[in-house]
C-alpha cells in the first residue's frame, strides 16, 4: 500500500549520471534495429539452437514491448531491468524487478557508488588494491516521478526494507519512478525509474578506478585526465 506520503513533481534534468562496472558489454539485440516487438520472437528461435542469445539478453518477460528502448546505447538502459535479480536488491526494489538509478551530479553518482562498492568488497573479503574500472553514462530525464523525501525510512542509510515496500506499492500503483535527496551525498539528489522509457539512452562519459584499502574506497583515478583523488 503506498504510504501518501510521496508527491508528485516533474524530473527536468539536462543531464544524468549513473556509474557502471565497465566490463558489461553491450547487448547486440538491444543495440541493432530489430524493433523491440521481434525481440520475443528472435531469442524464442535462438533458443531453438543454443540458448547463448537469451543469457546475454535477461528475461524480457520483465519489460513490456511498449517500454522497451532500442538503439545505440540502448543495453545500458535496459540491462537494469532484464538482469535484475533478488541476490542484488537496491533501495526501492528487492530484485525482483529492475531500476535504473542515477543522480543529478557525477559527484552523486560516484559517493552512491563507492558506498555500494565498499560493501561488495567487504563482504568478499578482498585484498587490497586497485579493483574494478567504472564508466559513466550521461542522459537526461524529463519525466514526472514521485518525490518521496517526506516518506518514513526512504532514506535510512543501511536499511531498505521501508523503501522497497514503498517503491514496489508506487510502482503496483502505476508510478514510472522516484526521486529522493541522495543519502551519500546529502544536497544531490537521485531517481530511480521503474521502466527503461522514463529516462533518455545515455552517452558514455569518464572511466574511473576504485582503490580499496580493505577496509573502504580511499582513491579513485580517473582514466580520462589520469587525476588521482582522496576521499575523505
Not at 38 to 51: L, R
Not at 93 to 101: H, K, L, N, Q, R
Not at 171 to 182: C, F, I, K, P, Q
Amino acid at each position: 500500500m503506498v504510504s501518501g506520503a510521496a508527491a508528485p513533481v516533474r524530473v527536468d534534468w539536462s543531464r544524468t549520471y549513473r556509474i557502471i562496472r565497465s566490463i558489461y558489454p553491450p547487448i547486440d539485440l538491444f543495440e541493432d534495429i530489430a524493433d523491440p516487438t521481434d525481440w520475443d520472437a528472435i531469442t524464442a528461435s535462438d533458443a531453438k539452437v543454443n540458448g547463448a542469445m537469451n543469457a546475454a539478453i535477461g528475461d524480457l518477460s520483465k519489460v513490456p514491448v511498449a517500454r522497451r528502448v532500442a538503439g545505440s546505447g540502448a543495453s545500458w538502459v535496459m540491462a537494469p531491468f532484464v538482469h535484475c535479480s533478488t541476490l542484488r536488491p537496491g533501495r526501492f526494489t528487492d530484485g525482483s524487478y529492475g531500476i535504473y538509478y542515477a543522480g543529478d551530479s557525477e559527484a552523486v553518482a560516484l559517493a552512491e557508488t563507492i558506498h555500494h562498492h565498499q560493501i561488495r568488497m567487504a563482504d568478499t573479503a578482498e585484498e587490497p588494491g586497485w579493483t574494478s574500472d567504472f564508466r559513466v553514462l550521461v542522459g537526461s530525464v524529463d519525466h514526472g516521478l514521485e518525490d518521496v523525501d517526506a516518506v518514513p525510512g526512504v532514506r535510512d542509510p543501511l536499511h531498505y526494507r521501508p523503501s522497497q515496500i514503498e517503491g514496489a506499492a508506487l510502482r503496483a500503483a502505476g508510478s514510472d519512478g522516484v526521486t529522493w535527496e541522495s543519502v551519500r551525498h546529502p544536497g544531490g539528489r537521485c531517481i530511480g525509474a521503474f521502466w527503461p522509457d522514463v529516462v533518455t539512452i545515455p552517452v558514455q562519459g569518464a572511466h574511473y578506478m576504485y582503490h580499496w584499502d580493505g577496509t573502504r574506497v580511499d582513491r579513485i583515478w580517473k582514466h580520462d585526465t589520469r587525476e588521482l583523488f582522496d576521499i575523505a
